[in-house]
């Protein structure tokens, strides 16, 4: 599959609810550019674990510190203090075929 990247700005970036269903917690970026547009969540499961899920406590935690990490990284980046503040930040993105791979701020 080839990549393709194209530039374009954060249309909206909250923490919080969202991911599958919007039963997870985390960041939601929506990031849309000339005739694109993309979405990315990062977070974890928000929900009373069961017996036979795949993840642990340990994994969730280490989700959410890997999401609340990287806002840290992204407002830095972007000079911002809050994540209502990056509407509008310019970002670099890498996608391969229909998904996303990756994202930066510029």
Not at 78 to 96: D, N, R
Request: aromatic fraction near 10%; hydrophobic fraction near 40%.
């Amino acid at each position: 599959m080839s990549e393709n990247i194209w530039l374009g700005r954060i249309t909206k970036a909250e923490f919080g609810f969202g991911g599958y269903q919007e039963a997870m917690f985390g960041l939601s970026v929506t990031l849309e550019g000339k005739g694109s547009g993309v979405g990315d969540f990062k977070g974890a499961w928000a929900i009373e674990r069961s017996e036979r899920a795949k993840w642990t406590e340990e994994d969730r935690q280490q989700q959410i510190f890997e999401a609340v990490w990287m806002v840290k990284e992204i407002l830095e980046k972007a000079k911002k203090q809050h994540v209502s503040q990056l509407k509008g930040i310019p970002v670099e993105v890498t996608c391969e075929g229909n998904m996303l791979k990756s994202w930066r701020v510029l």
